[in-house]
């Protein structure tokens, strides 16, 4: 689809396609959150793959991304920008979206350019204002550890990353089963924090992450709410993004955190393709199953 918006402040980086062994021909694209990457989404795509063709993002400004242009004039929707591009870029005129936290934001974003053949939003972002109470408190949380793991990947101090209290914190806010997430996971996870130079340009501007709002949607949406939620704790938020899109179907997913990809795989996955498969159109004669 072609647009006439401004040019984006950075660069997209391509959307990694991985085939799967049974073919659906909808697309489906997985959107990571601040500060995360595409290996949050490891735990469910061998389960994904069965049956989806996938598409994983990483947004610019994120370790393995493009680096951003203008940090100054970075703002939230720019990511939306970006993604559409991306997909303009694919020819891919809509797809199954699926987002965690800020990716869920992008996605319902994405949903209301007309995008999205369906949205299934993990714990998303939404419903604060930039430079209130609960922005302000989840932008300290946020420096906090991205000071931590900036520290933690300088050179000589990796020893701590191994400490049992040292993981324990910093996994505390995005999981609610530390003890399955791997070491390799948990070491992607520090840097990628460290290596977010699109966090470190968002934590003092307010602009760059405002998620106040979202368009209302006529496409099938979930929103999946973590029961284990340690850092969207405003339910008032909650309420406020849930009306903005307007009739959403909502869930709450027992024993998983922020990210609750690796929490219960499982559970995700099954949360995921049963909401595509329950609320699409009837499929046309031909398409593969």
């Given at each position: 689809?072609?647009?006439?918006?401004?040019?984006t402040?950075?660069?997209?980086?391509?959307?990694?396609?991985?085939?799967?062994?049974?073919?659906?021909?909808?697309?489906?694209?997985?959107?990571h959150?601040?500060?995360?990457?595409?290996?949050?989404?490891?735990p469910v795509?061998p389960?994904?793959?069965e049956?989806?063709?996938?598409?994983?993002?990483?947004?610019?400004?994120?370790?393995?991304g493009?680096?951003?242009?203008?940090p100054s004039?970075?703002?939230?929707?720019?990511?939306?920008?970006?993604?559409?591009?991306?997909?303009?870029?694919?020819?891919?005129?809509?797809?199954?979206?699926v987002?965690?936290?800020?990716?869920?934001?992008?996605?319902?974003?994405?949903?209301?350019r007309?995008?999205?053949?369906?949205v299934?939003?993990?714990?998303?972002?939404g419903?604060?204002?930039p430079?209130?109470?609960?922005?302000r408190?989840l932008?300290?949380?946020?420096?906090?550890?991205?000071r931590?793991?900036?520290?933690?990947t300088?050179?000589?101090r990796?020893?701590?990353?191994g400490?049992?209290s040292?993981?324990?914190?910093?996994?505390?806010?995005?999981?609610?089963?530390?003890?399955?997430?791997t070491?390799?996971a948990?070491l992607?996870?520090?840097?990628?924090?460290?290596?977010?130079?699109?966090l470190?340009?968002?934590?003092?501007?307010?602009?760059?992450?405002?998620?106040?709002?979202?368009?209302?949607?006529?496409?099938?949406?979930?929103?999946?709410?973590?029961?284990?939620?340690?850092?969207?704790?405003?339910?008032?938020?909650g309420?406020?993004?849930?009306?903005?899109?307007?009739?959403?179907?909502?869930?709450?997913?027992?024993?998983?955190?922020?990210?609750?990809?690796?929490?219960s795989?499982?559970?995700?996955?099954s949360?995921?393709?049963?909401?595509?498969?329950?609320?699409?159109?009837?499929?046309?004669?031909?398409?593969?199953?």
């Amino acid at each position: 689809m072609a647009s006439s918006r401004r040019l984006t402040p950075f660069s997209f980086r391509r959307l990694r396609r991985v085939d799967p062994v049974i073919s659906e021909s909808r697309p489906l694209v997985l959107i990571h959150g601040m500060s995360s990457g595409p290996s949050a989404w490891d735990p469910v795509l061998p389960l994904l793959l069965e049956s989806r063709r996938v598409h994983v993002v990483t947004l610019p400004g994120h370790r393995g991304g493009r680096p951003l242009i203008d940090p100054s004039s970075l703002r939230s929707i720019d990511y939306v920008d970006a993604l559409e591009e991306e997909l303009d870029l694919l020819g891919i005129a809509q797809a199954d979206l699926v987002g965690n936290s800020l990716g869920g934001w992008a996605a319902l974003q994405l949903a209301g350019r007309g995008r999205a053949l369906s949205v299934v939003c993990l714990a998303p972002a939404g419903g604060w204002a930039p430079g209130k109470a609960f922005d302000r408190f989840l932008a300290a949380q946020f420096a906090a550890a991205y000071r931590a793991c900036v520290r933690l990947t300088s050179p000589g101090r990796h020893r701590f990353l191994g400490h049992p209290s040292m993981r324990r914190a910093l996994l505390a806010g995005t999981v609610a089963r530390p003890e399955q997430v791997t070491d390799a996971a948990y070491l992607s996870m520090i840097e990628d924090i460290a290596g977010c130079e699109a966090l470190r340009h968002s934590i003092h501007r307010p602009v760059a992450r405002d998620v106040s709002w979202v368009p209302r949607l006529d496409c099938p949406v979930l929103i999946a709410w973590s029961d284990n939620d340690r850092v969207l704790l405003s339910r008032a938020a909650g309420r406020r993004l849930e009306k903005q899109i307007g009739a959403p179907e909502v869930v709450r997913l027992p024993g998983v955190g922020h990210v609750p990809m690796s929490d219960s795989p499982e559970l995700v996955a099954s949360t995921i393709l049963e909401f595509i498969a329950r609320t699409r159109p009837a499929r046309q004669s031909g398409e593969s199953a």
